[in-house]
């Protein structure tokens, strides 16, 4: 017998019901209710890892929820990226990682497997890495414009050391030579230790770097510091003029920024939920602390800021690729 329209209706009713506690209970779960990986596309030590770590274990007690680093180093950093950006897109699978990989990245590696500026979702800023400009103590100048000076008068002859060509120190590099008019020759490392051995060496002239790398040579009195990249002086010297002095049209990107990151359809609301445990995080005084002893100045920011601030710097440097005619990496 079949039964009748209005009737079924009604059982459907009391059925749903009975049935929309439990479903709204599982629909308004807290996030996250399991451990969270969070990736980092370099070894273990260097400074990306241990910021990433005091973050983790800081996140791992404001949700009491494991937040598990680990570290997928390869390829520049790519291999991270593209392991992220093919994750689920539920919060599960963070990145890590300075804001090369979306302000840079995809002008150098056009055909890499992931392009963080359309694959992933940046959620929240950790801090930035002012750089120094230094050069050997032997150098023939003391100085910003002394070394530009010494540039015109020898074109094509001043090398500058960077860890990466795909790195914000070689970006640094490239725009201080455009702002002055003078050429500079780029030589990339693989990593500042071996930049700074050469420049203590004087096998280059000039290194972009970040400060604790150059300080112990600085305290030696091996090395000397010229200027730092960041829009204004730093705390930790205050006699050392920033670039920005000498021209004001430096811009703001020359700094490397440690920022969280996530695949692109994760849901506004898990990145918000991301984005204020991430806040409190940077917040606190035991991250303060490893981040200021590791050259990073805590900074937070809202994931408008940090989207705004990365499509800025996405700019500049296509600037900077077509002007020098950068050949990128196939």
């Known amino acids: 017998m079949t039964m009748p329209l209005n009737r079924r209706a009604a059982l459907l009713a009391i059925t749903l019901l009975c049935l929309s506690p439990a479903v709204h209970a599982t629909d308004t779960k807290t996030y996250p209710d399991r451990p969270v990986r969070l990736l980092v596309g370099y070894a273990p030590g260097g400074t990306a890892d241990v910021a990433a770590r005091a973050v983790a274990k800081e996140l791992s007690v404001i949700w009491k929820e494991s937040v598990v680093v680990e570290n997928r180093p390869g390829a520049d950093g790519l291999l991270a990226v593209t392991t992220v950006a093919r994750a689920a897109p539920d919060g599960y699978t ?32 950790i801090g930035y890495g002012p750089l120094v400009i230094a050069a ?15 540039a015109k008068a020898n074109p094509g002859k ?34 500042s230790a071996l930049a700074v051995q050469d420049l203590a ?8 770097a970040a400060l604790p790398s ?22 930790e010297l205050p006699n050392v003029p920033s670039v920005k002095e000498f021209y004001p049209n ?17 849901p506004r609301k898990i990145i918000d939920t991301i984005n204020a445990a991430l806040e409190k995080a940077v917040d606190s005084a035991t991250v303060k602390k ?13 994931t408008d800021e940090f989207k705004a601030f990365l499509d800025d710097n996405y700019k500049e440097f296509a600037q900077i690729f077509e002007q020098v005619k950068i050949n990128p990496t196939q």
């Open 94 to 125: 963070l990145l890590s990682a300075p804001s090369n990989i979306w302000s840079i990245f995809p002008h150098m590696y056009p055909k890499a497997p992931a392009n963080a500026a359309h694959d992933l979702a940046p959620v929240g800023t």
């Open 136 to 150: 050997n103590v032997k150098a023939p100048f003391h100085t910003l414009p002394e070394l530009v000076k010494y």
């Open 158 to 191: 001043v090398t500058f050391g960077v860890p990466g060509a795909a790195s914000v120190h070689r970006m640094a590099g490239e725009k201080l030579a455009m702002l002055a008019n003078v050429k500079m020759i780029n030589v990339p490392y693989k990593g």
């Open 201 to 208: 060496g004087g096998r280059i002239d000039i290194i972009y």
């Open 214 to 235: 150059v300080l112990p040579l600085v305290q030696l009195g091996k090395i000397r510091i010229l200027a730092v990249t960041s829009p204004q002086r730093i705390q």
């Open 250 to 266: 430096w811009g703001n990107a020359f700094s490397t920024y440690h920022g969280i990151y996530v695949p692109v359809a994760t």
């Open 290 to 302: 490893v981040l200021s002893i590791n050259g990073i100045v805590p900074k937070a920011s809202s």
